[in-house]
């Protein structure tokens, strides 16, 4: 025997449990226990497996429970395993109370009521109420308006505030914040798209796989798995997870029917009339009066044509002949067909169109809907370029945040203060005294921060210039670098600069402190020297000759 948590138990439970799946379907096969019928043609659902949670379904006769009770027992002897009866149920659903009791005392189990958990979830419970997600606010089904809303505050009060108590200024709109860092943003999952595209996984899985015992039973409850993602009408009837389905495939355009292709290969499992193939359209819906006299409308691909030797010929087939008028959309047909090849030596299949191999992938997905539903993007390539150098810089994370809010015009200066409706005693530079203190004046033309740039300028041996805008004094300064280990240096040295500066005027408010210059660009010193040293390996020397000589290490 293995010992408790050894790594291959998992594995040896999986084939042991396979022996009971195998019992079940023999029984079901000889019609010894009737499991749950999806449908007049539907597959039978009688067992349902996850590692060791184990779901049970049938009629409510004695005939199953008899069965039921010759497997558990026999699977007992055969593999040796214990069935703990104390903690298995019996729910019945429209069965009676008589009924459940006789079973459970029959079974020698619990009686057990909806909702009861299976894999952590509450089975039966209401999943429009609130308290249903508390115990699982990221799962994949489509949560209620409230839940997202409720996960948003929690990232966004984190993301502002931290863990203190209090409010804080959400200084950046939280589409800006959910976008890509690339793209200006800090790349925070937006959970409502994240949600939207684990459940086009699903749809996926489900085109992708339709021969899946989970697959065969939505295709029988609601309609051809192909087709339902173009859905209008959806039963009342039916469960709440299709509805959200549903809904969220209908968000965006119809996003995920407009982005998954059918491809043709021997043209078996494609309809020819109903499917979407033919650039992203339905014939039917192309050529409605010609779908009226279609011999079959029902046919697939592969028979509307013949091979004549290796060549596949178009053959569509009509109930009577076309009138002269029907002619002309005939000949658009065949047209469109010309080009188009069927292929003997593979299946139809199905392509995501934004992934380079066809598959379907939620990052993809979550990429696609955050660039088409999420908002318009910053298309400035100025301003893209400078937030791909920041991201690249070897600085603090938290330094590296507020730069990012600097460049954005987002962060408590005085003028951005009282303009979010701050009271203030004066809205004057906290270094000169002299002139509003916006995010321009404050890091570029204020006489402290003029001062400080021309300074690291002489330490470093460059040149500088002051822009109109911190971007364009980013980007200058940026491209100041010689190559690649030179422009490392500089962008660790921009930051440390901005956050220096900050950090001092943060003094002069909060903590009554002086104005001193040295104190600053000694500090700028020291930072940068500090972040290279630990970030940068190729970069390792000494304080005092980055101090006194910093040029040496940008040969």
């Given amino acids: 025997g293995l010992k408790q948590g050894d790594p291959l138990a998992p594995s040896l439970f999986l084939i042991a449990a396979e022996g009971l799946r195998l019992l079940m379907s023999r029984a079901s096969e000889m019609n010894l226990f009737k499991g749950l019928h999806i449908g007049d043609e539907g597959p039978p659902v009688s067992l349902l497996q996850f590692a060791d949670d184990t779901l049970i379904i049938g009629e409510a006769t004695m005939q199953n429970l008899w069965c039921l009770k010759a497997i558990l027992r026999g699977f007992e002897l055969i593999s040796g395993m214990k069935i703990n009866f104390h903690k298995s149920c019996v729910v019945g659903i429209h069965s009676g109370a008589d009924f459940t009791n006789l079973a459970a005392a029959f079974l020698h189990c619990k009686v057990g009521q909806l909702p009861f958990k299976h894999l952590g979830l509450p089975l039966g419970a209401n999943p429009r109420k609130l308290y249903t997600w508390k115990p699982m606010l990221d799962s994949l089904r489509k949560p209620p308006n409230l839940v997202i809303k409720e996960i948003v ?88 997870w299709w509805k959200d389905i549903v809904w969220v495939l209908h968000q965006g355009n119809y996003w995920l029917d407009e982005k998954i292709e059918r491809c043709i290969g021997d043209g078996t499992m494609t309809r020819f009339w109903e499917d979407k193939w033919i650039g992203g359209l339905r014939l039917l819906e192309v050529f409605p009066r010609l779908f009226s006299f279609a011999l079959d409308p029902l046919s697939v691909v592969a028979d509307n044509g013949t091979w004549e030797g290796s060549t596949w010929v178009w053959q569509v087939k009509w109930r009577r002949e076309p009138f002269v008028h029907e002619g002309r959309s005939v000949n658009i047909l065949l047209d469109m067909l010309k080009g188009l090849q069927v292929i003997s030596s593979r299946q139809d299949y199905w392509r995501w169109i934004y992934d380079k191999d066809g598959v379907f992938s939620v990052k993809s997905a979550y990429l696609w809907l955050q660039r088409s539903v999420g908002g318009e993007l910053r298309n400035s390539s100025d301003f893209q370029l400078v937030i791909k150098r920041l991201w690249k810089c070897k600085a603090p994370i938290k330094c590296l945040v507020f730069c990012w809010q600097v460049l954005l015009n987002a962060f408590p200066c005085k003028s951005l203060l009282q303009v979010r409706g701050v009271e203030l005693e004066n809205n004057l530079c906290s270094f000169c005294s002299l002139f509003v203190e916006n995010p321009l004046h404050l890091f570029l033309m204020c006489p402290m921060a003029f001062n400080t740039w021309l300074a690291v300028a002489k330490w470093l041996e460059v040149t500088v210039v002051f822009p109109n805008s911190i971007t364009s004094h980013y980007l200058y300064w940026t491209n100041l670098g010689i190559y690649e280990k030179h422009s490392q240096l500089l962008r660790v040295v921009w930051v440390s600069v901005i956050w220096s500066l900050w950090l001092h005027r943060n003094v002069i408010i909060f903590q009554q402190g002086t104005i001193d210059a040295k104190e600053v660009l000694d500090n700028i010193k020291l930072r940068s020297w500090k972040w290279i040293n630990c970030s940068i390996p190729v970069c390792s020397f000494s304080y005092s000759t980055w101090y006194n000589n910093p040029t040496l290490y940008f040969l």
Wanted: charged share 25%; with cysteine; net charge positive.
């Fill in 153 to 240: 505050a929690i990232q966004r009060d984190f993301l502002w505030r931290g863990v203190k108590d209090g409010s804080k200024i959400p200084w950046v709109k939280w589409e800006t914040v959910c976008k890509s860092k690339v793209e200006g943003g800090l790349g925070i999952k937006d959970v409502r798209l994240f949600n939207w595209a684990l459940l086009g996984k699903w749809v996926w899985r489900c085109m992708q796989s339709p021969g899946m015992l989970w697959a065969k039973v939505l295709h029988h409850r609601y309609g051809r798995i192909e087709s339902f993602s173009n859905c209008s009408n959806v039963d009342r009837k039916a469960s709440w």
